[in-house]
């Protein structure tokens, strides 16, 4: 929790809520350095609470992977849990809960993560793992291994795509937003037919390239004293050899094609996903598109939730949020028809909505609702030491400063009603994709009309 | 000397130590730090309301959550208006439309929200310290003046009829429906879901909810827990001034607790629910569980731990990790006042469901037929005793295990207790209780899948009567 000198400036008795003048402070302090190896190490102390939580962040994602060979990013972080030199299988986990701690890992297009959180006297064990299948993973790697984790993954493809009521979405969603070859044109799980083709020789060269100390950055938070983590750190980690310099292309430019297309799915309800380009995490409109989508659907008071599920009473749910993630962002639009009512109804109420936010502003009430359940949001999603860990990580990653906190909240208060304007007028009211997801036999329900230009 | 410069230049002295350092063992950790429990301060409103509260001051955010005893064991004839007036509290109230209560509470940053579990109601607040009076005028509106309003109610049914249609769609949620309809005889708390059916949902208006309201938001079965950036005297004036005079309507009626004996197989029983072309197969084995107040409580959370209640479990080490049948697979006891069931759950390969219950029997032969080795019983108890304190980082985790306790009567010490107690389980424990609990003879076991596909299979492992059941029937 804490420990975080956020501050609020000013309590005023007769306005309680936030305003732009009275901004609140937030800061995570950190020391930053990095090893000779090219492994960054951030350390924040927060000494509230007796635990550690480490946060390794690889700079490779899903959007590394190479053609005929989609999900192996997520694959590999699998195997990065199956044992190296000193901690065969299955030490890893066992250690670990046996001395109180947790760990997990995740991939996303951009990067994979991998963390423990657990007892402020467990931090040694932390790191002696995270530097051991840093350093040492490739020894005990092998055929069995791979075929394994490969089935788990297939599994997890089957229970959050294919067994679950509109999943394939997930699926079909990315090729139809980006062009053949572009990082963002697969999804993250992959294909069935690439997760087979996956072999160890494929392991072996995504280690060599990917998993050195130069392309990974290391979090250490909790209660901790910076200097001794320090030397840990170098400790089990120094002697791991810099890996060669990664270049990562930068994907060209490209114009969105207006797309309609439907899935027939065993669903009760049909839903309506409306898919539009924006901008990277980086870049200044990214705060207007966040705030756009608190006030499109992000209360029941929101417009789109008035006119679908409140006033209109045709849809039974909406929702809608912005993407932005390293090389370019998406926001979406998702309703849920009532029953008996067809997508072709949401879309115009949609589109309505998303023209009429053109003639009729944001009101200051609106904009400042907005602005204070975000950044509330914003605060609570900061009061662990893991949640910080990997925001720092984040940061770091996205603009080289790991306590970009205070930036983010100043830019969400900056947004204007203006800026909501221009962004929705910019984003969304142009070529989008379009996806209806109909109960099987019900293409009659689906949403059928390309934006009009 | 140049030389050797030269290297200490290149070279601090880090490096040299770490050319000494073996890394073939993991190292040794020092213990870990022992539990601090925060302090609780209790106090009384002058209706008799208590207040526990934890002071918090290093974020400036103050959580607030008020129970109330009952929740949908109240629903008697009514399956589902607890939840459902749960939900309707945040609607309108007071003087203020639902968009202007949230429209309020979004502009204060506060979050507000009301559910009911089977045994109470809780109305939770979340807000910065600055907000806090504003907020809890809020809170007082929505817990002592919703407004049921007709046309709030219509819209919230039917979408809670759309939401009970679209179960139906959920392998898991049928699953569970289904296994709650087995394991719990009709009558029995936990024996339909909280959300009730569609036909509960279809009768549900304002006069019902108004009923039911004075019935069971009864201030004598109400108790708060506050934890944040306030003191117990800012607290009782703050709290006092906004619920010291909430009174209750109707006299509150003791709380009938339903007959509640679960089914006792004499055998295992199997039910098949059919999902033509599913992607896998979604199970679930049982048995109706224990009470928290067991003396074997400690234990069975070992053995459970050990079984299927870490990554490391036999479980999840077989079904996932050597055979790849499962993304996962875990088992749990749910504690609960009446008790709960004791479940196992997975979604397995369509072609592998017949194995994986095999596996699952097999792993609970095991855990009563033999010991469990040290190194895997200390391992569990470490793992629960150890990860105790990180249940206390945030207000909401304090407040959480406040009121977790409070659900069973007991004082927050019985938190550092309970350490003691896992401490003391001993491979005899945990075996015992397995064989005590374990329902490998008598489980009740659910697969929701590809029965063209999987039905031979389960046949062919003769573990009890096979049924079959139709989705539509569990999820109507």
Known sequence: MTFRHFLASCACALAPALSGAQATRVSVPYTLDTLPNGLTLIIHEDHSVPIVTTNVWYHVGSGDEKMGRTGFAHLFEHLMFMGSEHAPNPQFDRLLEAAGANNNGSTTEDRTNYFE????????????????????????????????????????????????????????????????GHPYSWTVIGSMADLSAASVDDVKEFFRKYYAPNNATIVVAGDVNTADVRAMVRKYFGEIPRGPAIERPTPAAFATRDTVATLEDRVQLPRLYLNWHTVKSVDADAAALQIAGYILAGARTSRLTQALVYRGEIATSVNAYSDAKRLDGDFQVTATA????????????????????????????ELEQARNV????????????????????????????????????????????????RVVRKYLHGARVMISVVPQGKRELAATKKVAQ | MRRLLLVALLAPASVSAQAAFDRSNPPALASAPKLVLPTVRVARLSNGITLQLVEQREVPLVQVALTITGGARLDGAAPGIATF???????????????????????????????????????????????????????????????????????????????????????????????????????????????????????????????????????????????GDISAAEAITLLGARFGNWTATTAPAPIAIPPATPVTNSAVNIFLVDKPGAAQSVIRIGSPGVSRRSPDYAALVVMNTILGGSFSSRLNAN???????????????????VPGAFNIGSSVRTDVTDSSLAEVFKEMRTIRDTPVDAAELSRAKSYVALAVPGDFETNADIAGQLLEVGLFGLPLSSVSEFITRVNAVTAADVQRVARRYLPTSTATVVVVGDLAKVRAGIEALKLGHITVMDAAVISR
Do not use: C
């Not at chain 1, 840093?134 to 067994?163: A, F, I, T």
């Not at chain 2, 968009?99 to 940053?109: I, K, P, R, V, Y």
């Not at chain 2, 009829?161 to 769609?169: E, H, Y």
């Open chain 1, 117 to 180: 959180s657990g007892p402020s006297t467990s931090l040694p064990l932390m790191l002696w793992l995270e530097a051991d299948r840093m350093g040492w993973l490739l020894s005990g790697m092998d055929g069995p291994k791979v075929d394994l984790q490969r089935d788990v993954v297939k599994n997890e493809r089957r229970q959050s795509y294919e067994n679950q009521p509109y999943g394939m979405v997930g699926d079909i969603q990315p090729p139809l937003m980006y062009p053949a």
């Open chain 1, 338 to 365: 009532r029953p008996g009512r067809a997508l072709d109804t949401l879309q115009t109420v949609i589109d309505a909505e998303l023209q009429r936010i053109v003639v009729e502003p944001p009101t200051a009430r």
């Open chain 1, 374 to 421: 975000i950044e509330a949001a914003f605060l609570r999603g900061i009061q662990t030491v893991g949640g910080k860990a990997d925001q720092l990580n984040e940061y770091y990653y996205q603009t080289g400063n790991p306590d970009g906190f205070q930036k983010d909240l100043d830019a969400l208060r900056a947004v204007t009603a203006a800026d909501i304007q």
């Open chain 2, 85 to 227: 007036m749960a939900r309707m509290l945040t609607e309108s109230a007071g003087a203020r439309d639902v968009n202007a209560l949230q429209s309020e509470l979004a502009f204060l940053g506060a979050t507000l929200s009301s559910s009911a579990s089977f045994d109470a109601f809780t109305v939770s607040l979340n807000v910065p310290k600055r907000s806090l009076g504003a907020a809890l005028d809020l809170m007082a509106d929505v817990v002592q003046r919703p407004v049921f309003s007709a046309a709030d109610v219509r819209r919230q049914r039917d979408l809670r009829v759309a939401s009970i249609l679209q179960r139906r769609d959920q392998p898991n949620a049928v699953a569970s429906l289904a296994f709650n309809s087995l394991l719990f005889p009709a009558g029995h708390p936990y024996h339909r879901s909280t959300d009730g059916d569609s036909a509960s949902a279809a009768q549900l208006d304002s006069a019902s909810l108004r009923n039911f309201y004075a019935r069971a938001m009864q201030p004598a079965r109400a108790k708060f827990v506050i934890v």
């Open chain 2, 319 to 337: 079904l996932r990790e050597t055979k790849g049948y499962t993304y996962g697979i875990g088992s749990s006891f749910n504690w609960a006042p």
